[in-house]
T-cell receptor, first 116, second 110 residues
Framework: EAGVTQFPSHSVIEKGQTVTLRCDPISGHDNLYWYRRVMGKEIKFLLHFVKESKQDESGMPNNRFLAERTGGTYSTLKVQPAELEDSGVYFC??????????????FGPGTRLTVL | QKEVEQNSGPLSVPEGAIASLNCTYSDRGSQSFFWYRQYSGKSPELIMFIYSNGDKEDGRFTAQLNKASQYVSLLIRDSQPSDSATYLCAVKTGGFKTIFGAGTRLFVKA
């Protein structure tokens, strides 16, 4: 079974540019989460999808961040325009909606974003 | 006060010893508690979860939960050098939002 995949693995952009991160969850996982880890800080929750619906986006820093999950499969997280403080590692995680492992979030390898 | 607090470490133990990792949380409504292991440059990997007060054992790992004290711990018996990693405590409240601690770095010396 393929795990959670994220693309790109690393992105370097200049302040003011736009970047789009992609996450492909484990097949069949309706729950999809985005997290961010800024250097030296804890992993912070950004938002949670159930299928294509946003259940909780209370962790989104501001309106420069836009997450979508059209069709309830893969998700994208767009940052526009990027600022220096957006640098960090963006993790995606997924879990099934029910069953014995519904509470276990499987993390992807992360996208390291560097804004110069 | 942080929502989930951990000692950043590093915690250094000799091979074969018991490593004890601790975590406190602020939200009394928290319902699910998790320990993740993260190797440097890698993604977090779930190793234990616990919902009820008491102990839960899985191989060399034991999670302990005390909701009255808002305290979660992870014991690693017979520590191995391969256990050297950052251990993240995470707490989930009634919804699906998970709050992570900053992690404790563990070094197991051969």
């Amino acid at each position: 079974e393929a795990g959670v995949t994220q693309f790109p693995s690393h992105s370097v952009i200049e302040k003011g540019q736009t970047v789009t991160l992609r996450c492909d969850p484990i097949s069949g996982h309706d729950n999809l989460y985005w997290y961010r880890r800024v250097m030296g800080k804890e992993i912070k929750f950004l938002l949670h999808f159930v299928k294509e619906s946003k259940q909780d986006e209370s962790g989104m820093p501001n309106n420069r961040f836009l997450a979508e999950r059209t069709g309830g499969t893969y998700s994208t997280l767009k940052v526009q325009p990027a600022e220096l403080e957006d640098s960090g590692v963006y993790f995606c995680a997924s879990s099934p909606i029910s069953g014995s492992s519904y509470n276990e979030q499987f993390f992807g390898p992360g996208t390291r974003l560097t804004v110069l | 006060q942080k929502e989930v607090e951990q000692n950043s470490g590093p915690l250094s133990v000799p091979e074969g010893a018991i490593a004890s990792l601790n975590c406190t949380y602020s939200d009394r409504g928290s319902q699910s508690f998790f320990w993740y292991r993260q190797y440097s440059g890698k993604s977090p990997e779930l190793i234990m979860f616990i919902y009820s007060n008491g102990d839960k054992e899985d191989g060399r790992f034991t999670a302990q939960l005390n909701k009255a004290s808002q305290y979660v711990s992870l014991l690693i018996r017979d520590s191995q050098p391969s256990d050297s990693a950052t251990y993240l405590c995470a707490v989930k409240t009634g919804g699906f939002k998970t709050i992570f601690g900053a992690g404790t770095r563990l070094f197991v010396k051969a």
